[in-house]
């Protein structure tokens, strides 16, 4: 089993920056690829960004390319969201997941997830 903690949501102005953290229980981490998605209040969730187990290769949605940054240090199981000229439309309830070899950008192929760390962005 892994469990997933995510951490470093909060209320920010539009332009502002963040940084999601989340840490990974288990010592399978380091052969996982690691997930961000997102979920708005009445929308689905959506794909975020993506990274291989190796740090590699990374993946992002088109509505975050070249604002975010996804990036991993194995030593200390976590993953990493930089988030970077927020805008208001990036406000939802972020959410970290973890699956066994390649990522995906389809939210129902992650085995694992956490329960989520909430970005407010204000215009």
């Known amino acids: 089993q892994v469990q997933l903690v995510e951490a470093g949501g909060g209320l920010v102005q539009a332009g502002d920056s963040l940084r999601l953290s989340c840490v990974a229980s288990?010592?399978?981490?380091?052969?996982?690829?690691m997930g961000w998605f997102r979920q708005a209040p009445g929308k689905e969730r959506e794909f975020v960004a993506a990274?291989?187990?190796?740090?590699?290769?990374?993946d992002y949605a088109d509505s975050v390319k070249g604002r975010f940054a996804i990036s991993r240090d194995n030593t200390k199981n976590t993953v990493y969201l930089q988030a970077n000229s927020l805008k208001p439309e990036d406000s939802a309830d972020y959410y970290c997941a973890a699956r066994p070899g390649s990522y995906s950008r389809l939210y129902s192929a992650w085995d694992y997830w956490g329960q989520g760390t909430q970005v407010t962005v204000s215009s």
């Open positions: 990274i291989s187990w190796n740090n590699y290769n990374t």
């Open positions: 288990g010592r399978t981490f380091r052969t996982f690829a």
